[in-house]
């Protein structure tokens, strides 16, 4: 149990398009997913933090008109990079909380590469 | 505020030496630590974890003890092999066990 999955696994978009990348808990429910971002041999960056029924919170600095976060339901999470540009090219990876196991879980990564 | 700070590598070990991959932490209250393993391409794994002081995680040979007085949480296998080349991660989490705080990541290569 406690799967997330992230879809697509990795996608290639051209400058000035937008991607959106879904993660979903598969066997629970998450009040609360957060969105990562992770630069080649870096460490996982905190982007934002999305509640479900409500905004997401952003870290300093994350554009949140440039990362749309969505947190429609208790399984899913979206995450649209808008207006992409090459530096947007990264790892991006999902996780959700479980309450009852007080633990993240996290999704295997979507690598975006923009041309 | 709450910190973790990791051992830098890279880490270049032969297969069956002994693993140590420190790391430290600075938390207010009670965190829970955790030890997470990124192989190359994927997401994070979680590889153990423990929730208070003086428990030990364990798993795939892998031991870490919490560690309150020392403020430490490290990573240490008996005998690594080949298949345990990845990037390791040290992170906590807070009170609510909502907000997680990472490391900066350990890369170790093992070598036949």
């Known amino acids: 149990g406690a799967v997330v999955s992230q879809h697509p696994s990795w996608v290639i978009c051209k400058s000035g398009t937008s991607v959106k990348i879904e993660c979903r808990s598969l066997?629970?429910?998450?009040?609360?997913m957060f969105w990562y971002r992770q630069f080649p041999k870096q460490s996982l960056m905190l982007m934002a933090t999305s509640n479900e029924g409500s905004k997401a919170t952003y870290e300093q600095g994350v554009e949140k008109d440039k990362f749309l976060i969505n947190h429609a339901s208790l399984t899913l999470s979206t995450l649209t990079v808008t207006s992409a540009h090459p530096e947007d090219s990264s790892f991006y990876i999902c996780?959700?909380?479980?309450?009852?196991?007080?633990?993240?879980?996290f999704g295997p990564g979507t690598r975006l590469t923009v041309t | 505020g709450n910190s973790v700070t990791q051992m830098e590598g890279p880490v270049t070990l032969s297969e069956e030496a002994f693993l140590t991959i420190n790391c430290t932490y600075t938390a207010t209250g009670y965190p829970s630590l955790f030890w997470y393993v990124q192989y190359p391409g994927e997401g994070l794994q979680l590889l153990l974890k423990a929730t208070k002081a003086d428990d030990k995680g364990s798993n795939k040979g892998f031991e870490a003890t919490y560690r309150k007085e020392t403020t430490s949480f490290h990573l240490e296998k008996g005998s690594v092999q080949v298949s345990d080349s990845a990037v390791y991660f040290c992170a906590l989490s807070g009170n609510t066990g909502n907000q997680f705080y990472f490391g900066t990541g350990t890369s170790l290569t093992v070598i036949p």
């Open positions: 996780s959700s909380y479980h309450r009852g196991l007080y633990e993240q879980y």
């Open positions: 066997d629970f429910q998450a009040t609360t």
